[in-house]
């Protein structure tokens, strides 16, 4: 299995230095705005070099307010990727409880078996 993103992030301070780690690209946003919208490519999607991962913000008309908007999502998605995950423990389903399913089961074949069509064979 390969990762797509390495273990842990380094995430810069400051918003210009984890842009240089970026790839900026900038496109027209589409959607209600009429004129002003279909003309100018105010759409930001940032590709963050080191973890691959891309983050697109189009809301706002202005590029550099998108531009803002997209570097806070990536560096909450850099955050939420350094958080530690808690260890999963193992667990079984009981005993009981395979029982109680098998049980269920047994009774919902004995109702759809009184649905079916009776047998002409059967039938004197």
Do not use: Y
Request: charge should be positive; proline fraction near 7%.
């Amino acid at each position: 299995m390969v990762d797509s993103a390495p273990d842990f992030i380094p995430l810069p301070e400051t918003d210009e230095a984890l842009l240089e780690q970026c790839r900026v690209e900038t496109f027209r946003a589409g959607g209600k705005g009429g004129q002003h919208q279909n003309t100018t490519d105010s759409g930001v999607r940032l590709i963050h070099l080191p973890s691959g991962f891309v983050v697109t913000a189009r809301r706002n008309r202005s590029q550099h307010r998108n531009k803002v908007e997209a570097l806070a999502r990536l560096r909450a998605r850099i955050e939420e990727a350094n958080r530690p995950r808690p260890e999963r423990k193992a667990t079984r389903v009981p005993r009981s409880e395979k029982t109680r399913r098998l049980e269920a089961k047994r009774r919902q074949g004995k109702a759809k078996e009184l649905r079916k069509r009776p047998n002409s064979e059967e039938d004197p």
